[in-house]
């Protein structure tokens, strides 16, 4: 599935989408960015709440698919010019991060 289709699927905000046919391998959840650097895996989609600048060269190094902001977070300024700047798509929904990863987790399927 790509960013794009997720993107419709699950009826994501648009903040940044200059890759929207990077592939969804599965997904990662977490706050804690030198965990998720260290732990998730490339072409995952990122669950988070963070919103600041770091996010994005997070997402580069661990080379994400993309970001997706939950709990209605809304990104920093900074966020969505590095975002941009650095070709990561960064989407945002109103769900928990729960819930947003079981909604994409029944959208990839098995």
């Known amino acids: 599935m790509t960013v794009n289709e997720l993107t419709a ?20 959840c ?9 732990r ?10 963070m919103s600041n600048q ?3 060269a997070v997402a580069v190094m661990a080379d994400l ?5 939950t709990e209605g977070v809304r990104p920093d300024p900074q966020l969505m010019e590095k975002a941009e700047a650095e070709g990561i798509n960064l989407l945002g929904t ?11 987790a029944a959208t990839l399927g098995p």
């Open 9 to 28: 699927a699950m009826e994501l905000e648009i903040f940044a989408l200059p890759a929207p046919e990077n592939s969804i391998t599965g997904a990662y």
């Open 30 to 38: 977490g706050d804690l960015l030198s965990w998720v650097m260290g």
């Open 40 to 49: 998730a895996e490339p072409g995952n989609a990122w669950f988070t709440i």
């Open 54 to 56: 770091n996010v994005a």
């Open 65 to 69: 698919s993309c970001v997706i902001l």
């Open 94 to 104: 109103a769900l928990s991060t729960y819930e947003a990863s079981v909604r994409l």
